[in-house]
């Protein structure tokens, strides 16, 4: 079973396109990398449910036209309107503006445990803040919530499989929370 935490938004899809089963989609991902893609996956009454791409073209700048296995007709495709768009994160790798120099975006850290380069356990990376200049970590540390900045050059490393990721925090960032 797929589970949130395994996913990374990239997009949603609009409306149905034509009468042969294509549907527009809103992506944040390059045509290359969406057909690289092993599935789409979307909500479908609380289950994720993948979803395997058949043919995709660009439509625009954001947009592109989806035929996606099983789907035939307007009717069919109709009940993938307004969900949302989501790609396992073990096949979503891109080198993009909010990626960091490995070229994982950072809401793929999103679950991980961070700790300071000290050893300490800082907390569990609970989401990412792209809506400041500079992206944010939010932590969730024993129940409180930290803000550590989302830089490479804190980032000291991470390890994809014990979903742990390692940075070099400035000498009081920890407190500035408190």
């Not at 797929?2 to 992506?27: C, D, F, M, W």
């Not at 625009?60 to 109709?78: C, H, I, K």
Request: glycine fraction near 6%; aromatic fraction near 8%; hydrophobic fraction near 40%.
């Amino acid at each position: 079973m797929i589970t949130r935490e395994e996913l990374i938004a990239i997009g949603h899809y609009n409306k149905p396109h034509g009468v042969a089963g294509e549907i527009s989609a809103t992506v944040d991902v390059d045509l290359d990398v969406l057909q690289q893609l092993s599935c789409l996956v979307s909500d479908m009454d609380g289950i994720y449910v993948p979803f395997f791409i058949n043919s995709c073209r660009p439509k625009g700048a954001e947009t592109v036209l989806l035929t996606v296995d099983g789907f035939d007709s307007q009717q069919e495709v109709a009940r993938l309107v307004n969900h949302d768009i989501y790609a396992l994160k073990r096949d979503y790798r891109q080198e993009s503006d909010d990626a960091d120099a490995d070229g994982y975006p950072l809401d793929y850290f999103i679950g991980f445990e961070l700790q300071d380069s000290d050893g300490t356990v800082v907390g569990q990376i609970t989401d990412v803040d792209e809506q400041t200049e500079n992206a944010i970590f939010i932590i969730d540390r024993d129940g409180s919530q930290l803000m550590v900045p989302a830089t490479d050059e804190l980032i000291v490393e991470f390890d994809l499989d014990k979903r742990l990721m390692v940075m070099d925090l400035p000498q009081g960032l920890l407190e500035l929370n408190e």
